[in-house]
């Protein structure tokens, strides 16, 4: 039985569909004013996990997750006053470039990040601009319902029309009031009345025709718009970080629900964050370091390049709620985690050779059951994947022990189908092909090494023992283990 911790009650609940096996699952996206940043490889990985496990489990997910591509001006963290201009056109005035130039740029940007860290592409990927008029609608039908009110060519959400308004973040809006700042817009009836449409000012250059004047939509009203035209007025699932609880998430259950009449969503989802030095990971303070650094070493904390799995692996080791502190040494650790995890699946697959069926024999059979076993009850207890990768590590240990028992092919071939089925699909951190075989297939790969054992055997038979070990060592340099065993020398990768 999954259960989910539902950010809207504090309670664990068991995963109930309103249509299964349908499920919309909707996760907010990134703004693209810059390159993406471990912050929100800890996001997308995480609900990337969360969506093939539902999937895994038989569920026929829609996944939809937007990308920002408006300039919102930005609220502070009580949703009370602006704070500047967007953070779009701000980047687009620094690079002297169109915003569309730098939106297009950066989602390039964001979705290379993406697959590299085997990231499953959203079914639907739908951008603000290219839904306004949706956008506009809502608002219609707020207003129209008493529960929006145009004032100096914007139009604001009223809070105290709805007095559920709260209820996700656990606050009062009479709190919200009393820490209101003086500088609070003159337009707003109540200091918590946030925009749905805000009015375009001289200079503006994103910006639409509306009933209300020249404008652009609020940042919490696209969501509303985008999720429920693809997924309708009730889903099951919408993600986010933990710091969109408040103002953003809640801004959008009451519009959502407001406009509708209906409850906006059945489970909410959110992960938290990647700290450094105990301070949140991102890129208005400065700390950040993005997906490309981490891939290519190139930043002063990095202590190299980390491939790409191994960051996903390293976000996996932690709980998605909870809060993951980014350091080197940790990605030295990750590394060396999916090293051992990697050893252990080119072995099975080795030694798997061309078994086409996959039947594990007694005692195996019984391990691999267990793991299975184990890995979904980790799995069903909100998403636990580091316990789920402890399970992937303990048959790791136990490939190793089972190498010298000769088993048949197909036991082999069961027990790498386990870690495509867990590893793979679930976790996404053991592909189908690593790069190192993509790179030399073992059947290329064979007469070579083969001929490298037989120079091998020559030198330890004329006790040239130099020469012998400089072999093994080469081979062992390239990533080729040897194994030396009664009936004669074997390789395998490492």
């Known amino acids: 039985m999954l259960r989910i911790y539902n950010t809207l009650t504090r309670e664990l609940e068991e995963f109930r569909p309103y249509e299964p096996p349908h499920v919309g699952m909707y996760v907010c996206g990134p703004t693209v004013y810059g390159h993406a940043h471990l912050g929100h490889a800890k996001s997308y990985v995480s609900f990337d996990v969360i969506l093939r496990y539902l999937r895994y489990r038989g569920y026929d997910v829609l996944y939809v997750q937007n990308i920002t591509d408006v300039g919102h001006l930005t609220e502070d963290t009580q949703g009370m006053a602006d704070t500047g201009e967007d953070k779009i056109a701000r980047e687009a005035r620094r690079q002297r470039r169109h915003p569309m130039q730098i939106v297009e740029t950066y989602t390039r940007s964001y979705f290379e990040d993406m697959d590299a860290l085997n990231i499953i592409r959203p079914d639907i990927s739908p951008r603000a601009t290219g839904h306004i008029p949706e956008q506009i609608e809502l608002i219609r039908r707020l207003i129209e319902a008493g529960h929006a009110y145009e004032s100096n060519g914007s139009v604001y959400f009223d809070v105290r029309s709805w007095p559920a308004y709260g209820r996700l973040s656990r606050r009062r809006?009479?709190?919200?009031?009393?820490?209101?700042?003086?500088?609070?817009?003159?337009?707003?009836?109540?200091?918590?009345?946030?925009?749905?449409?805000?009015?375009?000012?001289?200079?503006?250059?994103?910006?639409?025709?509306?009933p209300w004047g020249r404008g652009y939509p609020g940042w919490h009203l696209e969501c509303?718009?985008?999720?429920?035209?693809?997924?309708?007025?009730?889903?099951?699932?919408?993600?986010?970080?933990?710091?969109?609880?408040?103002?953003?998430?809640?801004?959008?259950?009451?519009?959502?629900?407001?406009?509708?009449?209906?409850?906006?969503?059945k489970y909410w989802i959110h992960h938290n964050m990647v700290t450094v030095d105990g301070q949140k990971m991102g890129k208005s303070l400065g700390n950040f370091i993005t997906l490309k650094q981490l891939f290519s070493g190139d930043h002063p904390r990095l202590a190299r390049a980390f491939h790409p799995l191994v960051v996903r692996l390293f976000i996996l080791t932690s709980h998605y709620r909870s809060p993951q502190d980014f350091s080197s040494d940790a990605l030295v650790a990750a590394e060396s985690g999916f090293e051992k995890l990697r050893a252990a699946v080119t072995l099975a697959r080795d030694l798997a050779g061309g078994a086409a069926s996959a039947k594990p024999e007694g005692d195996v059979a019984a391990r691999l059951e267990e793991v299975r076993r184990r890995f979904e009850e980790a799995m069903d207890d909100d998403f636990n994947t580091a316990v789920a990768l402890s399970e992937l590590f303990e048959l790791a240990r136990d490939v190793h022990t089972w190498e010298g028992r000769r088993l048949p092919p197909e036991t082999w071939r069961a027990v790498g189908q386990t870690f495509d089925r867990l590893g793979g699909d679930v976790l996404g951190v053991v592909p189908r092909v690593y790069p190192q075989d993509a790179a030399a297939p073992k059947e290329l790969l064979e007469p070579v090494v083969r001929l490298l054992i037989e120079m091998r055997a020559e030198a330890r038979k004329a006790r040239n023992y130099a020469l012998a070990d400089d072999i093994r060592n080469r081979l062992k340099a390239a990533g080729i283990q040897l194994d030396d065993r009664p009936e004669g020398t074997t390789w395998r990768r490492l």
């Open 224 to 265: 509303s718009a985008m999720s429920m035209k693809y997924l309708g007025e009730s889903f099951e699932i919408h993600g986010g970080g933990i710091e969109n609880q408040f103002p953003h998430h809640e801004c959008e259950i009451a519009q959502s629900e407001a406009a509708t009449g209906r409850p906006f969503v």
């Open 173 to 210: 809006v009479e709190e919200m009031e009393a820490g209101a700042r003086v500088e609070v817009s003159e337009d707003k009836r109540h200091p918590a009345d946030f925009a749905l449409w805000k009015k375009a000012e001289p200079g503006h250059i994103m910006q639409w025709p509306s």
